[in-house]
């Protein structure tokens, strides 16, 4: 079992940047690949972006060039730092690990933290 805990929500302009960050614990020796999703509401969840225990990234079109996920294996921390915020990016993110590589859908995904809200107003 991996428990995750997402923090650093909160409400920013349009145009600022927040970090999240997603803490693993448990049984966070096996290789996951951890990715970030979204839900706004009265929306269907959607992935933002996914990385491997190797680092591999992968990114939504609509965050590609202003996301950035990254992740330090020692703290079992993934991050991701979002840049040029606009309102439509306003959602819970939520993160989720699975093992294996990295993928889009979260049916694929076998772990879920609580989620935190990002608000950016416009």
């Known amino acids: 079992q991996v428990q995750l805990v997402e923090s650093g929500g909160g409400l920013v302009q349009a145009g600022g940047s927040l970090r999240l960050s997603c803490a693993a614990s448990?049984?966070?020796?096996?290789?996951?690949?951890t990715g970030w999703f979204r839900q706004a509401p009265g929306k269907e969840r959607e992935f933002v972006a996914a990385?491997?225990?190797?680092?591999?990234?992968y990114y939504a079109d609509s965050v590609k060039g202003r996301f950035t996920i990254s992740r330090d294996n020692a703290k079992n921390t993934v991050y991701l730092q979002m840049n040029s915020l606009k309102p439509e990016d306003t959602a819970v993110y939520y993160c989720?690990?699975?093992?294996?590589?990295?993928?889009?859908?979260?049916?694929?995904?076998?772990?879920w933290g609580q989620g935190t809200q990002v608000t950016v107003s416009s």
């Open positions: 448990g049984r966070t020796s096996r290789s996951y690949t």
């Open positions: 989720a690990a699975r093992v294996g590589g990295t993928r889009t859908s979260g049916y694929d995904y076998n772990y």
């Open positions: 990385i491997s225990w190797s680092s591999a990234t």
